[in-house]
Structures are given as C-alpha cells and as structure tokens.
C-alpha cells in the first residue's frame, strides 16, 4: 500500500501563516505548494512545497490564522483577542451566543420574507424569535435521566426565563454590527469595555503635580504605607498650600481621593518600585527570569458528529478507572456498555475522529472534536493498524442531533472558534444525520460481530442473550478493536454511498482537487480544547503538573504587576506550552523550561515523574538528561498504553488538575548544569514501576558527564 500522498492545503489570499517567527499570505498557486510572501515586506517571496507546508505544521511556532486580511474580521474582532469566544470573560460568553442566536434566527425570517426591519414587523417577531430560543435552551438545560431522555419537572420546579428581545433599535444596531463582522459571533460583544471617560481629567495641572510628588514620596527606602503618604499629601494641602492660595487670591486645591493616589502609585512600573523601596539587588532577586537557555517551534464541508452506545460489554477494569470508586459503584460497573462518539466526513464518509467513555458528557463531545483537527498518527500505530490515519483538518460546517453534549455552551463556543457553522437537524430525523446513523450500524454488525458479549440492537434480537456473563472483551481491548476495523477494514472497503468507491481513496481523490483547510496550530488548539486552571506567578513562571513554564514576555509582566495569580490553560495530550491570560485581556503562550516535551501526554509525564521521585526523593535537583531518560522510558514502555488511553476519553477537570497537582507535590528543581562531580545516571529509569520483560538491572556508572550537555527529541 502506497505511503507517499501528501495532503494539499487549501489557502486564500486572506489567510496568514507564521513559519519560523515569520508572517506570509498566499501569492500564487503552483502545481505541487504555493508562493506565500512576506506580510512585512511583500517583495520578499519564497517557495513551500505541500510537503513544507504540511511539515512545518507540525512545529511549535507554526500559527494559521483563516481569513486574517479580511475586512469583515478586522471589523468583528476589534477590541478582542483573535476573534476568539474563548478568550471572552464567562459572564460575557453566553450573552454573545445568545445574542447570535437571536441575530441568526432574526435574519432567518428577514430572507425568507416573512419579516421586515420596520418597528411594526419587529414587534411581531423578535418575541416569536426569542420563544424559539428559549424553547431550544430548556431542551438544552433540562433533566436528563441515564438514558439521556428529558425528565419532565415537576410542580414546584424552577424554570429558567425567556430573554426579553431587545427594542427595534437596538436589534437593528445588532443587525448591523452582525452583517459588518461578517456574520461572526464576536461582532455582537458588548462595547462596555470601551467605556468610560478616558481624556478628561478632573483634577487639574497642580493637583496633578502635587499628587505626583507624593506618588514618588512612596518610592522611599523609609517604605510608607500608601495610607501614611495619602494623610501627608492631604495635610500638606489643607494646611499649607490652599492658605497660601487664599492669601493670595486665588482658588483652593481639591483633594485627590486616596483611590486616585493609589492608582497613581500603581501606574509606576512594579520594578522600579521595588527597587527605590528594598534596592536595586533585591529587585533583581525578585524579578529575575528563570530561564533555560535561548527559548527555540479540506474535504471537510460538513462533518457529522453523533454519539452511540455501543451493542457490546466490556471490562472496565483495566484502565484504572475504577480506582476513585466506592465498592459499591465498582460492583455496578465491573462491566458497562461504553458510549462512541464519532465524526464522519459527508463527502469521503471517512471517520475524521471517535473517542470512547462510559458517559455520554460534553467532555466526550469535545474530544471527539478535537480529534477531528488534530493528527492521529500514533493512534494508528499504538493499535497495530496497517494504514495510516491522516485524516484531519478545519471543518467548515458540524452537524450534531440536539443531544444536551451538543447543545452545552462549552461545545458550541469550541464549533464557534474554530470558524465553523453550526447546525442542529430538529430532534426525531435521525434521516438529516443518515451518514453518521449507517456508520453506526455498520460498526455494530461488522467490528463487534466476532465477539461475545453483545447487547443488540433490541430486546427482541438480544432474546435470553446474557451479554453481562459472557463479556469477552476489556476497554482497551475494545479501543484497539474499533480502531483497526475504522483504519483497516472500513475505510479500505468499497463504499455503496460513494459508488463502490472506499472511504480513503475518495478522501485522496477529493484532497487532491480541492485541497483541505489547514487545522489550527497547537496553540489556537490549546486555547478551544484546553484545561483551565488558576496558578500564581513566581521567579520560575507558572507551575502544572510539577513543570515550570516561563519566558521573558512573562517576566516583564510579573516586573510592572508583581507575583499575581493568572489564568492558565493546559493541553493534557502536550506539555511544551500553556497559555497564561495576562491582565489586559491578551494570551500569551509560554513554553516549558525544560526541554523535549513537546506532543508529551500528561499521562507518560506522571509515570516518568512518579519514579523519579521514587529514585531520587533525597535530591531537589535534577538534571535535564536524567528527566530526558525518564520521560523515554516512559513514553517507549507505555507508547501503546498510552495511546489506548488516549482513544478513551480521560480528558480531565479543572478540579482533577488541582488535585494532580497537589498529589505530585513541588516535584524537582533543574539546575543551570550538573554539579562538580556528579554523575551520569544509566539504565532503565522506570525499572520496578512498568514491567519490561527483563530481569536485568543496570548499575549506575560513575563516569563523570560531559560538560556539554545534548539536546534530545522524543520521537514515535
């Protein structure tokens, strides 16, 4: 079976590309890349084959922002950050949504001419609009039993409200920001962070001067409180500067409030700050960077995505999962029907991404999506498939059933950052869905058949069937079963849908002529699917998972604000980098001090960590080639494992973060280089934690290390 096919993006001349820390947009199509050239200087052009493009999409400094030049986006990301719902505060996200919502189905009637923008036809059908939403929303919010199936309230029971639809004039003002970001979300975000009164100055020229004066009188190595320097400033105003003025005719000072002097205190840059009140050298102590030496990094039209519980038992035993769990709940799910919640291409047919768990959550939804733009490579090979799993790339449209996953605010916040339409088929026509519904049936005739176990489709079919006592397979079993049958057997088998032609040729046949919509970079994926978590800013930068994350554009934060606690997003499938939101709105991606660990899960880390610990407790230190060992031994000992793992859902909570954390400890410090005399460490790190199938050990040599210590790379 051939190898050799190279994806081919699908670029417009809106778009932009970072390649190597530099900016590029489309010039010229040629038969096998393009001519991008330079967005700062236009006259600079250079040549990318789609073999360039596709590996330079795969580094960590690789970014693609889709119809950045646009005017249409210019208009409706001003005054946010990249256009992204995500970066929005929570309390604004919803009322965006909403708002969008409200526009859409507005404009929906406006199209189809039953409704004009006149105040008369708007008073007839913003409310008609607005109970359809709301009609959607209880679907979305109501109680659902373990079936998934509304449960009806009860007298008594609280039920949300209907928004009240804006007045004539405000929709139409609506309308019109809508339509001028071209139809995206972020267009209709309040404007109240833009108020205020940012050029008047109440106070003035001499109030300001004194005011200033005693500002800098806080900057003493006699260290006042700002409370002390308010009570002098405002003495010496009272008492001696607004007499002098009176004698003299003129008109007396107002005094600043002790907010105004506090924020005019607070406008000097922290460092400076700090030095003028505890030295210069205790200011460097405080803000030194802790750094690691020089920081180094389509068709898919409409994608149906649906959940389905699988006709099968299976053990759960095997993936640790029950180990949280009361007895009593173990006993209960000793054996489960897990859920599959897959992604199907309309046009190939082809599964762009499935994850499987025991319940059919968001989180299950959202892995399943971000499947669908990520590279699956090591799924495939993890699971001993034949054929390579090169199916990935930005979605232009999700259709998804009305299932509460699918309709939470978290999911379609994900659809509405990737740049993707969103459709909802109205409930009870699984015939709109027809593609995802039939791969379904085909998985559960053809992958499942050789096994014991099966539930089928019906209490009829199953008959006296016992599928609990005759439970074949466990959960990782069952996870390289689909896998195999997805990659191998479906995509390869002649498809009735596409006139006999397979999945995966078809894929290539259509990729070839249109091209694909490059997936988002690592960092744009970080921010939709990432974990969030608050953390506090150190000399070191943040801290997750016992690894610290720093740079100097971080540093200077922490120079003009001090040590804050800042909101941290993590992507648990790569450790190489965190997004850290800075207090002006802005994300800023900061890499991890140590390196290597990029495409690292966080799973190998905490094997890797937990026998370090184990080995070295005595010592705060190590260096980053005993780390580098650890972290491969992991990695090649629990590859498989660990990519098993990852087709199940383990996609964890900010809560299951915290407690990670907690548990891991402060883990160890890495020093500038090894210590005179240390010596290099050999050997399997990980012997005595993953069985290797040798019982072997390996002594420590005492060979002193080089000097110069050597970059590595994990790779598969």
Known sequence: MSTDFTPRFSLSHQDRLVINNIAYKRRNRLANGYVLERVEDPDVAETFTDRDLLLASTKSDFRFERNAFAGSKASATSGSVDGLINWLPEGQQEEVLWRTRFCGGMEKQIQAGNATLSDASYKRWGPIVAQQDYADELRRTAKRNADGEIVRPKAGDREPGCRKPPSARTYRKWRKWFLEGGERAIALRKRHFRSGNRVTERLGLAERQIMHRFALAFMSESRPTKRDVYRLMKAHIVDEENPRRLAAGEKPLRVPSYERLVAEINSFPEFDTHACRFGLDAAKRRFAMVRNGVDVERPLQRVEIDEWR??????????????????????????????????????????VGFKIALTPTSD????????????????????????????YGSPERIVTDQGAAFLSLRFRRAIIDLEADAEAPPAGLPSLRGRIE????????????????????????????????RVSLTLPELCDV????VLDIYHNTPHGGLKGETPANCWKRLVKAYGIIPSPDRHRRR?????????????????????HYNNRELQEFRRRNGDVTLEVRLNHMDLGHVSVRLDDGGWLSVPNIRPGFDDVPMTVWLAAEADLKRRFKAQAVLADEIVAKAVKDAWELGKASAARVSIFSTRPSTEELDYTENELGFGFDRPAQLPQGATSLTGNLLEGLIPTGTGDSTSPSTTAPKSKRRSFKITD
């Open 482 to 485: 689909i896998t195999r049958w």
């Open 527 to 547: 921010a939709v699917f990432g974990v969030k978590a608050d953390r506090s800013l150190t000399p070191k930068g943040v801290r997750m998972l016992s690894l």
């Open 310 to 351: 699988i006709n099968l038992q299976a053990l759960c035993a095997d993936l640790g999962i029950l180990d949280k769990l009361s007895d009593k709940l173990k006993s209960e799910i000793a054996t489960a029907r897990p859920w599959l919640c897959a992604a199907l291409d309309s046009a190939t047919s082809v599964c």
């Open 364 to 391: 299950l939804a959202m892995d399943a999506l971000e499947m669908v733009v990520t590279p699956k490579a090591p799924y495939a090979l993890a699971a001993g498939a034949l054929s390579r799993d090169d199916y």
């Open 438 to 469: 039939r791969f379904f049936r085909t998985a559960g005739m053809q992958a499942l058949c050789p096994f014991t176990g099966r539930t089928f489709e019906s209490i009829a079919a199953k008959g006296d069937y016992d599928p609990v006592a």
